[in-house]
């Protein structure tokens, strides 16, 4: 595994310390299983995380000032 982040880091131009690349490596298993958790209920798993703001939910007599 440190292998891999230190070549990702290498190619993408990130510097990094012995110190760093380790910790990276080290807490990456758990990131990753924090990063599934997220998608692991299905009623969730296509939904878009994101908000956003639609200019058309609001109508012509809305107040702007």
């Not at 595994?1 to 080290?26: D, K």
């Amino acid at each position: 595994m440190i292998e891999t982040v230190r070549t990702l880091l290498a190619q993408n131009g990130i510097p990094a310390t012995e110190a760093e690349i380790a910790a990276l490596a080290a807490g990456y298993p758990a990131l990753r299983a924090s990063v599934d958790a997220l998608y692991a209920p299905t009623e969730v798993r296509y939904l878009d995380p994101a908000l956003r703001f639609r200019a058309d939910a609001v109508g012509p007599a809305t107040d702007w000032f």
